[in-house]
């Protein structure tokens, strides 16, 4: 019962993290700021309304976001909420996890380019590009926990994560580095990509969306949200020992999530959006450090550092 | 086993018969003889891939043959059943598109004849294990499968594509000829089953025969760097041969290397190490020169070259899990591959006979040209879109659940006591994990720039599926990629046998647990049908007192657009190719008037196939000039020649006759 409780408590918070890092941004800039529950009235708002749809589409672009905030659903329920566990678990669930991620981008891009909008197009050629980058990079940091724990499935994988021996701390950094990189190429933030400068040649995740309104947008919002959430709490999962009882687990991991969306405003508030040519340098970052940690955990393992 | 056989000799008859029946039956007998050849086929085959066993029938030639060994086998039986059933789709899809060359009587006549001999051919390869038969039904598969690509050879560019494929070939059989004989002197028989004494040895032998039947093979399959004729060969060929070439042709070098593998026994483990880095490597680079090309054909064919790559991922990782002595990571990988070989057939014909609607409405293979095509033939462009997800590996569909397979045995090689063996399976796990992201960039970019937007050119005549018996095969196909997809489990009770040949040590117990996974998945899928049409039903909800309303798509206030300034195959690969430039260089050739306001220019850019330009290119070159060094010996003249001739006799009578 708790677990279910938890699982609608996330399922309901996304947009209010959205709406915590304007808050953090606005702050940061010596504005008051919209309202961190603005992001929920614009969602209703957005649910309320009709639709104008291209004449060039076809049902692809329709059915696109409905298999977008699907699938992204369904990843929340294979990750595992810290003492929780999660709803759907088997060896390799990760693996569905990520292609479910990437069964919603599919959607989308062609969503996009069924609009045979150049910007949209631009914007999609964009965002596979790097998803190329930022999946490997995944998949290594997958790699690295397998290794560790000697786990195959990411409930086993974070139940045991904690009870590893003494090199895991660095580790940790690492990959929880890599995560948030993740979470910021993925979830489109600053330095990736920037939410806030709409129509720009910049952009990548905004600019494929722009022919949507109405619920479909909606959709879009909220599935973009519950991605950074998700990521967020993999996260916590990293972070968050096993051995904790409820209450403070569950404390403690909601802090860690709100964290790091905390973190994601202040980056934003800090630096600038990377010249497009610099995004994949930026990403492949997240591949090294997690090829670091995959190094440092074999190295130990196999007692060549001690 | 004579049933097989009978239904192999009904498949090549329908070829002959063809010839010999008017010009619009030609394609109907065929089929119906190919439609008779699965009542003797498949019962034999699914009955071995069921039950386990094998049926084997002694056939006595006379001279240097002797007496060869017929064997079906679940490892045969499976490739069997591909190639018939290939062989069958193929001939009903022929009998719509072959329509393009009405009038040409002569060759359809030589179309029909040969798909029969090479759909034949493939199957006696499958089941002949005598080392000259063998090479005979080889190259009658390669020869025969040459006069197709050639088919039309009026074009100059297919007569060289035709001829580069012709060379390959022979090229990759010197491999196994060698390879061949050397095994059948070592061991003193021309059966392949004698060859297990030699190849289990762990000796240089055994390694060095191991490498040139993996090069002769891999010639056929399409390993990296021996692929370069694929990119030329399926795009010349007639589509519904690049289906049949590329979704069951191929195969036969991945049933090559297996059967070989078959008889090594436990194998080296630097053979198993070679195995998975070369499949990594093939599969990166194929699906990397796939997002580069602007034909859909040739596109195609370099995935097939990744699947190929993915197929011997799950070969090496089975064989470190017979190396290590692990049954359960080597049933992961050899079921991973087997699922991928009858997958890979699956979406790979779907996307060739699809390319190839593409192809008869709209006379043109470049991308660039196409757009908007799902509203002229919107079945087509939903099986193509199937297809598309399935062999990009996502969940719904059978891509997916071969390559999860491969995934969960890599994962499980992490826990293995070498570093060697975890650096390999992180290596091939990111690889994987790589291909996959590449893949989805290629197929947005292929199904998004054909079948979605606006025509960049304007079709001539508008496209439309009328033709019937184009999407027969398509649609046969596309079920078969749902049913796995959704039913997993039920591909372990037909693959079990076969695993098990190559995993003697494997306990039936140990398949439970995938079984359990994948009862897992089938359910997790339907929940997430579910789920999306919960969502899709919502928005419909919402949307029924709405107004929702149609218009232009939204340029950012910019009215006046056309059609051609949509992102095209080339723009929306670019940032990528722009990542790899090393990797896939472009030519880029742009043509411009040096004038302030130029009225006219064009951008042209060509890919280089790195192997080719590094390796096959300057080998050529190297082997022209030794080659040029006996040039003298061609002078032209008919004298000389008559002189040779003569001088040859009198050798030979010396020689008979004794110098004493």
């Given at each position: 019962?708790?677990?279910?409780?938890?699982?609608?408590?996330?399922?309901?918070?996304?947009?209010?993290?959205?709406?915590?890092?304007?808050?953090?941004?606005?702050?940061?800039?010596?504005?008051?700021?919209?309202?961190?529950?603005?992001?929920?009235?614009?969602?209703?708002?957005?649910?309320?309304?009709?639709?104008?749809?291209?004449?060039?589409?076809?049902?692809?672009?329709?059915?696109?976001?409905?298999?977008?905030?699907?699938?992204?659903?369904?990843?929340?329920?294979?990750?595992?909420?810290?003492?929780?566990?999660?709803?759907?678990?088997?060896?390799?669930?990760?693996?569905?996890?990520?292609?479910?991620?990437?069964?919603?981008?599919?959607?989308?891009?062609?969503?996009?380019?069924?609009?045979?909008?150049?910007?949209?197009?631009?914007?999609?050629?964009?965002?596979?590009?790097?998803?190329?980058?930022?999946?490997?990079?995944?998949?290594?940091?997958?790699?690295?926990?397998?290794?560790?724990?000697?786990?195959?499935?990411?409930?086993?994988?974070?139940?045991?994560?904690?009870?590893?021996?003494?090199?895991?701390?660095?580790?940790?950094?690492?990959?929880?580095?890599?995560?948030?990189?993740?979470?910021?190429?993925?979830?489109?933030?600053?330095?990736?990509?920037?939410?806030?400068?709409?129509?720009?040649?910049?952009?990548i995740h905004e600019v494929m969306v722009l022919d949507y309104s109405g619920p479909d947008l909606a959709f879009i919002q909220y599935t973009a949200s519950l991605k950074m959430t998700i990521i967020s709490i993999l996260i916590a999962d990293l972070l968050v020992p096993s051995s904790l009882a409820l209450i403070p687990a569950c404390a403690l991991s909601a802090s860690i999530v709100a964290l790091v969306f905390v973190s994601v405003g202040v980056v934003e508030s800090l630096i600038a959006r990377s010249r497009i040519s610099h995004i994949p340098q930026f990403l492949f970052l997240m591949t090294t450090l997690s090829l670091t940690s995959f190094a440092v955990v074999a190295f130990f393992l196999f007692g060549i550092i001690r | 086993m004579i049933d097989f056989l009978a239904g192999a000799a009904l498949i090549f008859a329908g070829g002959f018969a063809a010839i010999f029946v008017v010009e619009k039956a030609k394609a109907w007998a065929f089929f119906v003889f190919a439609a008779a050849a699965q009542l003797f086929i498949l019962p034999p085959a699914f009955g071995t891939l069921l039950n386990g066993g094998q049926l084997v029938l002694p056939v006595h030639f006379s001279g240097p043959i002797g007496t060869a060994y017929l064997r079906l086998d679940p490892l045969a039986a499976l490739f069997a059943s591909v190639t018939s059933v290939g062989a069958l789709l193929t001939s009903i899809y022929s009998i719509g598109y072959m329509k393009m060359y009405r009038g040409q009587r002569a060759a359809l006549s030589s179309y029909f004849f040969f798909v029969g001999m090479m759909s034949a051919s493939m199957l006696l390869v499958e089941v002949t294990q005598n080392v000259i038969l063998f090479l005979i039904v080889w190259e009658i598969m390669s020869v025969s499968s040459f006069f197709l690509v050639a088919f039309e050879n009026g074009d100059d560019e297919v007569r060289k594509s035709s001829l580069y494929y012709f060379i390959a070939m022979q090229a990759g059989v010197a491999f196994l000829i060698a390879a061949l004989a050397w095994a059948s002197a070592a061991s003193g028989s021309l059966d392949f089953s004698s060859f297990a004494a030699v190849l289990c040895k762990h000796d240089s032998v055994s390694m060095l025969l191991f490498v040139l039947f993996f090069v002769g093979f891999g010639t056929k399959a399409g390993i990296v760097p021996m692929h370069t004729w694929l990119p030329r060969a399926h795009p010349a060929a007639p589509t519904g041969v690049s289906a049949l070439m590329s979704g069951v042709m191929i195969k036969t070098g991945i049933y090559g290397i297996l059967r070989i593998l078959l008889l090594s026994g436990i194998p080296d483990y630097r053979l198993a190490y070679g195995v998975l880095v070369v499949s990594v490597i093939t599969g990166i680079f194929g699906v990397m020169n796939a997002i580069a090309q602007h034909d859909i054909k040739r596109l195609l064919a370099y995935h097939s070259i990744e699947n190929i790559g993915i197929i011997g991922m799950g070969i090496g990782v089975g064989m470190l899990g017979l190396v290590y002595n692990n049954p359960l990571i080597a049933m992961l990988g050899f079921f991973g591959a087997v699922l991928h070989v009858v997958n890979h057939f699956t979406f790979k014909s779907v996307l060739f006979y699809g390319s190839g609607v593409v192809y008869s409405q709209t006379h043109t293979r470049n991308m660039d040209n196409l757009g908007g095509l799902s509203k002229y033939i919107p079945l087509t462009s939903l099986m193509f879109l199937i297809a598309s997800l399935a062999i990009t590996g996502l969940p719904l569909f059978n891509g997916f659940i071969s390559e999860l397979a491969i995934y969960l045995g890599l994962a499980r090689s992490f826990s293995e006591g070498s570093i060697a063996m975890v650096v390999a399976a992180l290596f091939g796990f990111s690889g994987l994990a790589f291909i996959g992201a590449m893949a989805l960039l290629c197929f947005t970019k292929v199904y998004g720039i054909c079948f979605l937007g606006l025509p960049r050119t304007k079709y001539h005549v508008e496209p439309n599926e009328r033709e019937r018996t184009l999407l027969v095969p398509m649609g046969i196909l596309t079920v078969v990629i749902v049913g796995i997809g959704l039913l997993p489990w039920l591909t372990i009770d037909l693959l079990k046998n076969v695993v098990m040949e190559f995993v003697p040590s494997l306990n039936p117990d140990q398949l439970v647990p995938l079984t359990g996974i994948f009862r897992t998945i089938s359910g997790a899928l339907a929940a997430l049908i579910g789920l999306t049409g919960l969502f899709f039903g919502l928005r419909a909800f919402l949307l029924r007192k709405r107004k929702v309303s149609r218009y232009k798509t939204w340029d950012c206030g910019y009215q006046v657009g056309s059609s051609r300034l949509q992102y095209t195959s080339s723009s929306f690969a670019q940032p990528f190719l722009h990542l790899v430039a090393e990797l896939v260089p472009q030519k880029i050739h742009v043509e411009k008037q040096p004038v302030l306001f130029p009225e006219e220019a064009s951008l042209e850019s060509h890919t280089q196939d790195l192997s080719e330009r590094y390796i096959f290119r300057p080998s050529i070159g190297i082997l022209n000039k030794f080659l040029n060094l006996f040039s003298w010996i061609q002078s032209g003249r008919m004298q000389q020649y008559i002189m040779y001739g003569l001088v040859f006799l009198v050798v030979l009578l010396i020689w008979i006759l004794g110098i004493k």
């Amino acid at each position: 019962m708790p677990k279910a409780v938890a699982e609608i408590v996330i399922v309901i918070s996304p947009l209010f993290f959205i709406g915590l890092i304007s808050k953090v941004k606005s702050l940061w800039a010596g504005r008051k700021g919209a309202p961190v529950l603005q992001p929920y009235y614009d969602f209703f708002k957005l649910m309320g309304k009709g639709e104008v749809i291209s004449t060039t589409t076809s049902p692809v672009f329709r059915i696109a976001p409905s298999i977008g905030i699907a699938a992204t659903f369904f990843a929340l329920t294979i990750i595992p909420i810290p003492v929780f566990g999660s709803v759907i678990h088997f060896e390799g669930d990760f693996v569905l996890f990520a292609y479910l991620l990437g069964l919603s981008k599919f959607l989308m891009v062609l969503g996009a380019l069924d609009t045979g909008s150049s910007f949209e197009g631009m914007g999609a050629s964009r965002e596979v590009t790097y998803s190329t980058i930022v999946e490997t990079a995944f998949f290594i940091v997958i790699g690295s926990l397998a290794l560790l724990t000697r786990h195959f499935s990411f409930e086993t994988i974070f139940a045991s994560v904690n009870l590893a021996s003494g090199f895991s701390p660095l580790v940790k950094i690492l990959l929880v580095v890599s995560l948030f990189i993740m979470l910021l190429a993925e979830g489109s933030r600053v330095p990736v990509d920037d939410p806030n400068t709409h129509l720009e040649l910049t952009m990548i995740h905004e600019v494929m969306v722009l022919d949507y309104s109405g619920p479909d947008l909606a959709f879009i919002q909220y599935t973009a949200s519950l991605k950074m959430t998700i990521i967020s709490i993999l996260i916590a999962d990293l972070l968050v020992p096993s051995s904790l009882a409820l209450i403070p687990a569950c404390a403690l991991s909601a802090s860690i999530v709100a964290l790091v969306f905390v973190s994601v405003g202040v980056v934003e508030s800090l630096i600038a959006r990377s010249r497009i040519s610099h995004i994949p340098q930026f990403l492949f970052l997240m591949t090294t450090l997690s090829l670091t940690s995959f190094a440092v955990v074999a190295f130990f393992l196999f007692g060549i550092i001690r | 086993m004579i049933d097989f056989l009978a239904g192999a000799a009904l498949i090549f008859a329908g070829g002959f018969a063809a010839i010999f029946v008017v010009e619009k039956a030609k394609a109907w007998a065929f089929f119906v003889f190919a439609a008779a050849a699965q009542l003797f086929i498949l019962p034999p085959a699914f009955g071995t891939l069921l039950n386990g066993g094998q049926l084997v029938l002694p056939v006595h030639f006379s001279g240097p043959i002797g007496t060869a060994y017929l064997r079906l086998d679940p490892l045969a039986a499976l490739f069997a059943s591909v190639t018939s059933v290939g062989a069958l789709l193929t001939s009903i899809y022929s009998i719509g598109y072959m329509k393009m060359y009405r009038g040409q009587r002569a060759a359809l006549s030589s179309y029909f004849f040969f798909v029969g001999m090479m759909s034949a051919s493939m199957l006696l390869v499958e089941v002949t294990q005598n080392v000259i038969l063998f090479l005979i039904v080889w190259e009658i598969m390669s020869v025969s499968s040459f006069f197709l690509v050639a088919f039309e050879n009026g074009d100059d560019e297919v007569r060289k594509s035709s001829l580069y494929y012709f060379i390959a070939m022979q090229a990759g059989v010197a491999f196994l000829i060698a390879a061949l004989a050397w095994a059948s002197a070592a061991s003193g028989s021309l059966d392949f089953s004698s060859f297990a004494a030699v190849l289990c040895k762990h000796d240089s032998v055994s390694m060095l025969l191991f490498v040139l039947f993996f090069v002769g093979f891999g010639t056929k399959a399409g390993i990296v760097p021996m692929h370069t004729w694929l990119p030329r060969a399926h795009p010349a060929a007639p589509t519904g041969v690049s289906a049949l070439m590329s979704g069951v042709m191929i195969k036969t070098g991945i049933y090559g290397i297996l059967r070989i593998l078959l008889l090594s026994g436990i194998p080296d483990y630097r053979l198993a190490y070679g195995v998975l880095v070369v499949s990594v490597i093939t599969g990166i680079f194929g699906v990397m020169n796939a997002i580069a090309q602007h034909d859909i054909k040739r596109l195609l064919a370099y995935h097939s070259i990744e699947n190929i790559g993915i197929i011997g991922m799950g070969i090496g990782v089975g064989m470190l899990g017979l190396v290590y002595n692990n049954p359960l990571i080597a049933m992961l990988g050899f079921f991973g591959a087997v699922l991928h070989v009858v997958n890979h057939f699956t979406f790979k014909s779907v996307l060739f006979y699809g390319s190839g609607v593409v192809y008869s409405q709209t006379h043109t293979r470049n991308m660039d040209n196409l757009g908007g095509l799902s509203k002229y033939i919107p079945l087509t462009s939903l099986m193509f879109l199937i297809a598309s997800l399935a062999i990009t590996g996502l969940p719904l569909f059978n891509g997916f659940i071969s390559e999860l397979a491969i995934y969960l045995g890599l994962a499980r090689s992490f826990s293995e006591g070498s570093i060697a063996m975890v650096v390999a399976a992180l290596f091939g796990f990111s690889g994987l994990a790589f291909i996959g992201a590449m893949a989805l960039l290629c197929f947005t970019k292929v199904y998004g720039i054909c079948f979605l937007g606006l025509p960049r050119t304007k079709y001539h005549v508008e496209p439309n599926e009328r033709e019937r018996t184009l999407l027969v095969p398509m649609g046969i196909l596309t079920v078969v990629i749902v049913g796995i997809g959704l039913l997993p489990w039920l591909t372990i009770d037909l693959l079990k046998n076969v695993v098990m040949e190559f995993v003697p040590s494997l306990n039936p117990d140990q398949l439970v647990p995938l079984t359990g996974i994948f009862r897992t998945i089938s359910g997790a899928l339907a929940a997430l049908i579910g789920l999306t049409g919960l969502f899709f039903g919502l928005r419909a909800f919402l949307l029924r007192k709405r107004k929702v309303s149609r218009y232009k798509t939204w340029d950012c206030g910019y009215q006046v657009g056309s059609s051609r300034l949509q992102y095209t195959s080339s723009s929306f690969a670019q940032p990528f190719l722009h990542l790899v430039a090393e990797l896939v260089p472009q030519k880029i050739h742009v043509e411009k008037q040096p004038v302030l306001f130029p009225e006219e220019a064009s951008l042209e850019s060509h890919t280089q196939d790195l192997s080719e330009r590094y390796i096959f290119r300057p080998s050529i070159g190297i082997l022209n000039k030794f080659l040029n060094l006996f040039s003298w010996i061609q002078s032209g003249r008919m004298q000389q020649y008559i002189m040779y001739g003569l001088v040859f006799l009198v050798v030979l009578l010396i020689w008979i006759l004794g110098i004493k």
